[in-house]
């Protein structure tokens, strides 16, 4: 007797999914949680944890913002390999305003986003035109070649960096911050890319003659997401300027390409809850195999190749399944 | 010191040219970006100077093991990963990427550094060559690159294996339809490429001494030879090698050496702006990859 | 009285490496006629499509809409003055329903241009013009996964979406390719209503039958060229159009 298996909605999904769901406060719940979970796991973690970890959660949120600045641009067809150029660019921007300007924080980070996400798209606006390939190698190298160019030239402080930068009010402060822009961007972007616009952007990625032979101009909307990402990941570089009242070569470290990357694909790529959740399971494990130096790199390396090949689908959307479906055997008629 | 420069500028050009022939021929063939080609390079420096220092195998056979363990590990990336992920250009990337990551981490965590981790030179003397000193490495290294670019430029256009290759880095379809296992030819190519990176690495390593960090140097040179000069094409790798090699020599001497990082960042960028996929690039534009 | 053509292509030609697709190929198309593009595997007729469209640079020669030179501009400008195409492949994307196909034509800038606003509702738009070419309402069509359909709908789904941008001229490349004789027929009541509403439509096909009983004018292709232009009737009778499809005949049979 041969068997397969055969996966089904859950009958709680079904139910909950016409506007019946309001008769019942189990079919609510089940709808409202996926939700409210993280929101309430995001804004009260900061209170449970002891300071070390308060300062995880930070490069949590950090990594959970790059990775999902990564992921929109993957869902548009493009992949950065150089999610550490936006961080830097930022970082640098909101670095120089403060350290030779004066300009406060409530200035330069807002500032430094934009500005970053602008100069980022203007470099990476001619390779849209060309095969993604180019996109990868061109965010790989530029910012291991800014480095070198900071460290040769010597400016905005050359190897010893700017340091002396204004802090923020409070370590809280710095939390609550980067905690309610991660939810913001998370759940703003999510829509986003759910509505129509985004089904153009993810079209550009599917099928982009398609898209040309709709009258849409594909470069203008790959800017659009483009200069999207790279506000998100000059914000992270802007912030943590602040945080570290330091900049530096380091902020074009190939870690922050790197991480972003290994959460997104071991969290899900294809969606930014799941580059989210990968967020929150690589950092604090590598902050646990601190020890291992070096060698943690090798891993994310295997990791990501494990989780493309093997995994493509990441743990979020194993997780989202389960929850919203369910599988048996069934048997195969003749 | 005009001489001199632009002599050294060549053998700047010949290093150039040798860092990014593997890369640019795999992609030429096959279309596989191989991103962990740095790891590769460094992997087989490595490799070498364990044969000859650890396990006192004579130079010729380390050589040789080297440049075979290379190609099988090409091989065997392809077979065992990239099959799997073939045609999704996202996680090809990825899967190439995480490898050499891996890779060079790994060499780095072992913590291989040190003037000793060197390779030796082929011979050690030096010439005078219009009036500069060149040394002998140096010059071996101008010697093979030249020999081999233009070997592989002539095979390339005039061997009938050579045109076959090339048909199919253009038109995958067809060449399909001919019976050509493309999954075959990928295969050879990331072999290719990652012996010519073994063959690199033998020449180009004494000049320093092996540290991870060089695949990444490398991996960015090879990067930005072939943008460019153009993915896929010789004639690009030939062209960009000079202009760079040349440029960033010139620079090195009569601006300053800091300006030379500097001057590749403008030479990929005007490239970008003005013919962007490269100077001698065949890639077709989006509009006609139909 | 003589309007003026809608569409002028003018010694178009186009050079691969060494293969000539496309060589000085001439005509013009007057508003509302239904042209007939046919010719042997290979003879350019695709390429001529992608020339007019721009999606692949002509070598030579240029193309005037509405006395407009064209052949310069990128494609999307060029569906944004009102030209759309079908694809000989049918490509949708394939994990979406069938209306949300349609939802990125109907973002294009154009229907902003025309509706003077951006629709309200694109999935009732996009339901509204499923139902035209004939996915069936009740029985919910429209909201299968692309994948899951068969090609008589994927290719109604693809003049779908060229409906949906409202365009002048409709450049239609193989439509009729792997229908049955059944789908053909119910297709074409959808392309004769398109004609009353006035709009030009180029079609490209194999399937001689179905096409010379819509077509007003039929231009056959040969290596790149034109080698015939004219009402179908006389058209198959020309004896450069039979050796071409059916090689010259030898003297003794």
């Known amino acids: 007797m041969k068997k397969r298996k055969e996966r089904i909605d859950r009958g709680i999904k079904v139910r909950s999914s016409d506007i019946f769901a309001l008769l019942s406060w189990r079919e609510m719940l089940y709808l409202a949680t996926p939700r409210i979970l993280p929101v309430i796991v995001c804004l009260s973690l900061p209170l449970l944890l002891d300071p070390y970890w308060q300062k995880v959660l930070l490069s949590v949120a950090v990594v959970a913002l790059l990775a999902i600045s990564w992921d929109i641009l993957a869902q548009t067809g493009m992949v950065s390999l150089g999610q550490a150029l936006f961080f830097g660019v930022g970082a640098y921007c909101s670095g120089v305003m403060n350290h030779y300007w004066g300009l406060s924080p409530v200035l330069t980070i807002p500032i430094a986003s934009l500005l970053g996400g602008l100069i980022c798209t203007l470099m990476l606006l001619p390779v849209l035109r060309l095969r993604g390939i180019y996109f990868s190698m061109v965010t790989l190298i530029i910012p291991l070649i800014l480095v070198r160019i900071v460290e040769a030239t010597k400016i905005f402080g050359g190897t010893e960096g700017l340091s002396g930068m204004t802090p923020l009010p409070s370590k809280w402060f710095e939390l609550y911050l980067i905690m309610a822009v991660l939810l913001v961007v998370l759940f703003g972007f999510r829509r986003m890319l759910d509505s129509d616009y985004g089904l153009v952007l993810k079209g550009i990625n599917d099928n982009d003659r398609s898209v040309i032979n709709a009258g849409i101009n594909i470069y203008w909307f790959k800017a659009q997401s483009l200069f999207f990402a790279g506000a998100i990941g000059a914000f992270c570089g802007a912030f943590m300027t602040h945080v570290y009242m330091f900049v530096g070569m380091p902020v074009f470290a190939l870690d922050y390409s790197i991480l972003p990357i290994a959460a997104a694909v071991v969290g899900g790529p294809g969606t930014l809850a799941g580059a989210t959740f990968g967020a929150f399971i690589l950092v604090p494990m590598s902050e646990a195999l601190r020890g291992f130096g070096g060698l943690r790199i090798v891993l994310y390396g295997v990791f990501l190749v494990v989780f493309i090949v093997a995994l493509p689908e990441g743990i979020f959307h194993y997780i989202q399944r389960k929850y919203h479906q369910f599988e048996r055997w069934v048997e195969v008629d003749k | 010191m005009l001489v001199g420069t632009t002599l050294y500028a060549l053998i700047n050009t010949a290093i150039l040219a040798l860092m990014a022939i593997g890369f640019n021929l795999t992609f030429g063939i096959s279309g596989v970006a191989n991103f962990a080609y740095g790891a590769f390079y460094v992997f087989a420096a490595y490799g070498i100077w364990g044969m000859l220092n650890l396990l006192h195998i004579p130079y010729l056979l380390a050589v040789l093991i080297a440049v075979l363990a290379n190609v099988l590990m090409g091989a065997l990336i392809y077979r065992f990963v990239l099959l799997r992920v073939r045609g999704q250009a996202l996680s090809e990337v990825i899967a190439t990427f995480g490898i050499g990551l891996a890779i060079l981490e790994l060499f780095s965590y072992f913590g291989w550094v040190g003037f000793e981790y060197t390779l030796p030179v082929f011979m050690d003397r030096s010439f005078i060559i219009a009036g500069t000193y060149v040394d002998f490495q140096r010059l071996a290294i101008l010697v093979f690159s030249t020999v081999l670019i233009s070997g592989l430029w002539w095979f390339t256009h005039h061997t009938s294996i050579g045109l076959a290759f090339r048909g199919i880095a253009q038109d995958e379809r067809t060449a399909l339809t001919f019976g050509i296992d493309s999954d075959w030819i990928a295969t050879l190519s990331v072999s290719f490429g990652a012996g010519v990176a073994a063959l690199a690495a033998l020449f180009i390593i004494p000049l320093g001494s092996i540290a991870p960090g060089e695949g990444y140097d490398v991996l960015i040179k090879a990067l930005a030879v072939c943008i460019i000069g153009g993915l896929g094409s010789t004639g690009g790798v030939i062209a960009a090698s000079f202009i760079v090699g040349f440029a960033e020599r010139f620079t090195d001497t009569y601006i300053g050496s800091h300006w030379t990082m500097i001057v590749s960042l403008a030479a990929i960028l005007l490239v970008l702006t003005i013919k962007p996929s490269g100077l001698f690039g065949k890639q077709k534009e989006l509009e006609e990859r139909i | ?253």
């Open chain 3, 1 to 253: 009285m003589m309007d003026a053509p809608i569409l002028k292509v003018s010694d178009l030609s186009k050079n691969f490496g060494g293969v000539r697709a496309l060589n000085r190929v001439s005509f013009d198309l007057q508003p509302g006629e239904l042209l007939g593009v046919i010719g042997p595997n290979g003879s350019g007729k695709t390429t001529l499509v992608n020339l007019i469209t721009r999606f692949v640079k002509p070598s030579a020669g240029d193309v005037f809409f509405k006395g407009k030179k064209i052949s310069h501009l990128p494609p999307y400008k060029i569906v944004r003055l009102g030209i759309a195409r079908t694809f000989q492949m049918v490509k949708p994307f394939y994990q979406l329903p069938a209306y949300k196909n349609m939802i990125i034509p109907l973002y294009s800038p154009r229907m902003r241009q025309l509706a003077g606003g951006r629709y309200g509702d694109r999935d009732a738009v996009a339901l509204d013009l499923l139902e035209e070419v004939g996915f069936e309402r009740d029985a919910f069509v429209a909201y299968k996964t692309a994948g899951a359909l068969p090609q008589g709908y994927l290719k109604r789904l693809e003049l779908a979406k060229a409906i949906a941008l409202q365009p002048d001229l409709y450049i239609l490349d193989e439509l009729f390719s792997g229908l049955s004789l059944a789908e053909v027929a119910s297709i074409v009541p959808i392309i004769e209503k398109i004609r009353m509403a006035g709009r030009t439509i180029i079609m490209i096909e194999h399937r001689l039958k179905e096409l010379f009983r819509i077509a007003d004018r039929v231009i056959v292709m040969n290596y790149g060229e034109k080698i015939a232009d004219g009402p179908a009737a006389e058209v198959m009778e020309d004896e450069a159009v039979k050796s071409a499809y059916l090689g010259t005949e030898t003297e003794d049979e």
